[in-house]
């Protein structure tokens, strides 16, 4: 194994300085993840790579291991040339001595992990494995690009959460190095409370490239245009035009919510001013994390005057004007 132990430890994302029991934790949770029979036909090259390349940094860093426990047995109190030639490491002898405690120290450090097994049946060989794990570690700084895409959803989608089927061309690259496209297609669960511009990511379901990782596909939150109501973060804001004879003596509308409910307002004994705002708590668009809490649903009035009068309408509103108190 002549690759650097530092290559090892990335891949199998653990510090420099980690226990037998941690390899062994890091090493199962990674091969579960990413067996090849667990994965796609469209995902399993990478897979199978990644797999290979996990394999070979467990064993390099498990044969590590042995070594250390080898010496660190014959040469803990730092005479290493008079404890090593004792406990036999130098020479014939030594050298079964040796063989047998890495022996031991190997069985007792992998009771059931079928990391050998494993190898056997995704390996083409020694030398495939070797060179799946060569690509592996050469690209594995390397990723394509991310694939990004629109996915346009309506207000009400945002505000009740949905399952959205979303279909898009990414290109893959053939077994013998061609670049193809191909229509593939994602279930998206769109949460109550999302916003524009949140991101959804298929990890490894963008664009192939030769000697990359696979690009992520990615799916940004879009929010379509509402014919009622617009969001102002988690907060919905409801324009409605008042006549102004209305806004003077008294008017009542009513309006129906995302949700379908209907909701009235009246105002009888106030008078609607420009730029007037009746704020209804709790109406709002759901807040994503908190659940149960709410924005509030904002109520902007626009008063909308008369484009002429009469001469008779105008004595009358002058009239009318000239007894009225004012602040």
């Not at 097994?117 to 390397?142: D, L, P, Q, T, W």
Request: charged residues 30%.
């Amino acid at each position: 194994m002549g690759n650097p132990p530092e290559l090892y430890h990335r891949i199998l994302n653990i510090p420099r300085e980690t226990s037998p029991q941690e390899i062994r934790a890091a090493y199962k949770s990674l091969v579960k993840k990413w067996h090849p029979d667990k994965h796609p036909p469209s995902s399993k090259p990478e897979a199978e790579a990644r797999f290979k390349a996990i394999t070979e940094a467990y064993e390099a860093l498990l044969d590590q291991q042995e070594n250390r426990a080898v010496f660190g047995v014959c040469c803990n109190d730092g005479r290493a040339g008079e404890k090593a030639t004792a406990c036999g490491v130098v020479g014939g002898g030594g050298a079964h001595i040796a063989r047998t405690r890495s022996d031991d120290f190997g069985a007792r450090m992998a009771p059931g992990t079928p990391a050998r097994e494993f190898k056997k049946v995704y390996s083409s060989g020694n030398s495939g494995g070797r060179r799946a794990f060569a690509e592996f570690s050469s690209s594995i700084m390397r990723k394509a690009p991310p694939l990004e895409r629109k996915l346009d959803c309506t207000l009400e989608e945002l505000c009740h959460g949905c399952k959205k089927e979303v279909k898009f061309t990414r290109d893959v690259v053939t077994k013998n190095g061609s670049i193809v496209k191909k229509e593939v297609s994602q279930m998206v669960l769109v949460k109550p409370g999302w916003k524009k511009g949140n991101k959804i990511t298929f990890e490894g379901m963008g664009d192939e490239r030769p000697g990359c990782l696979p690009a992520d596909a990615v799916f940004v939150i879009s929010e379509k245009k509402h014919p009622v109501f617009k969001r102002v973060g988690n907060d919905l804001v409801l324009k409605a035009e008042v006549p102004l004879v209305s806004a003077l003596t008294g008017w009542s509308f009513s309006f129906r919510l995302l949700s379908g409910k209907k909701v009235s307002c009246s105002f009888q004994d106030e008078i609607i001013c420009p730029g007037y705002e009746k704020i209804i708590k709790g109406e709002g668009m759901p807040i994503a994390d908190q659940k149960g809490t709410r924005g509030d649903l904002r109520v902007k009035f626009e008063i909308a005057f008369p484009k002429q009068l009469t001469d008779e309408q105008r004595d009358g509103l002058a009239q009318i004007l000239r007894g009225c108190a004012w602040d």
